[in-house]
């Protein structure tokens, strides 16, 4: 194991306030200086290069973010200043998820061509990894693990694009880590991940055995949106709820969170009660009729496609539980409505989501538009689900801290990734925070109508009095 090289990237780093945004530039076709004083990758086919202001949701942040760290006199590992490096991505492949997870790695391939697979004196190679099985539908234990070990062990590689599930990064993370290799998640959202007191009295320290944060994640995290829920929820007018869970690391975490904020005083939605689902069963019509007798005004599910919310609408609907139903952004994709059925969801489905869909990304102008024009040029048409913008962000960070880095070493390039500030991509203008978090608050509500997510409102909670 590589030893310690100082506190640079310890989760006890203190936090400072910061306000403001970064300010407007023009486009660029060389490096220009960027805030930190570094230098700024400048990728063809961006577009601009200004940021949202305040009243743009795509550039909103919440202001808090770390002191850079010091920077270390050496770095500990084989090291190189040319030659090639790996970026792996570690996904459901295989599976209902298989429909988002391609446009994840359509977005990673698009920012990688765009620099023509070059940083410097670097040749950039990609790797497609699978962590899901045929067998269990959905990503397996078994497979996050290989693909981890086998990242580890391959020397060329410096960045791991992952995981899709929380669930699975839990088992990646301490593995990573240990090997200081740099894990950026396009989509996990469980705050307890990075976050301490979001979770178990060990976490997040568990995922990080070395005792330093080598994960980081582009998409906000569910302390936010499983709140915004609620008061998306309570704008709807809804004065009562039934909530479901799947019983793992996102779902349940979600549920709860929602279920939590249900309860504030400022809310004061009556939660009628909580279960677990059994996601093994292939039906739920009984547990239905169960909630049809208390006549929720909602029923809200923590979970995903894959753990049978699709079949949980279904089931409403067979029984005439005909209140609405509302779920996280572990549905948010196109194999939700198939499941389930369009005439099932159509008009009574409410959708939450870190972030902005790719209808709305088009009207943040800047890279947030070029991204979806790139996209559409390239693979013949809009990003049809919601996560391929955080892929090609994922993608957008690893050739930065590549970049910055100047050299093939998995410590120095994850240290890079800490000194990202005032980060001008797809999602906006932000910065990672002492946890390895995203600065970006933006959350966003979608209604299924006609057979497809429908951007209905931006989500907030309005600020105590």
Known sequence: MIGRIGP???????????????????????PTASDDGGAKISLKGTGNDSSTSNNSPAGTEDG???????????????????????????LPRTGSAKGQTDTIVNGIKLALEEVNYKVGDFTIEYEDLDDATAQAGQWDAQRETSNAQRAVQDLDVMVYIGTYNSGAAKIAMPILNRADLLMISPANTTPSLTKPNTGDKDEPARYRPTGRVNYFRVVPTDDVQGPVAAWWAKKMK????????????YGKGIADLFKSECEDERVRIKVLGQETIDVRAQEFRALMLKIKKEN??????????QTKAGQLAKDMKSVGLDCPFMVPDGCYEKAFIESAGADVLNGRCYVTFGGLPPSELVKQGGKSKAFVEAYERKFGKMPDEAYAV????????????????GEKNRQ??????????????????????ANGDTTLRVMSGSVVRDGQFQFETLLSIPPKR
């Open 412 to 433: 120095a390039i994850t240290y890079a990734a800490h000194t990202i500030r005032n980060f001008q991509g797809a999602l906006g203008t932000w910065s990672f925070d």
């Open 64 to 90: 808090t973010v770390a002191p850079i760290p010091p920077k270390p006199a050496k770095f500990e590992g084989p090291t190189a200043k040319s030659g090639k490096i790996k970026i792996v991505s570690s």
């Open 238 to 249: 809804v004065k009562s709820v039934y909530i479901l869970d799947d019983g793992e690391a």
């Open 390 to 405: 955080y892929g090609y962000e994922c993608a957008l960070v690893a050739l930065e801290a590549i970049r910055r880095a």
């Open 8 to 30: 640079w990237v310890h989760g006890s780093v203190l936090l400072l306030l910061l306000t403001g945004f970064a300010c407007n530039k023009a486009p660029q076709n060389t």
């Open 296 to 305: 929720p005004d909602l029923v809200y599910f923590g979970g995903t496609t």
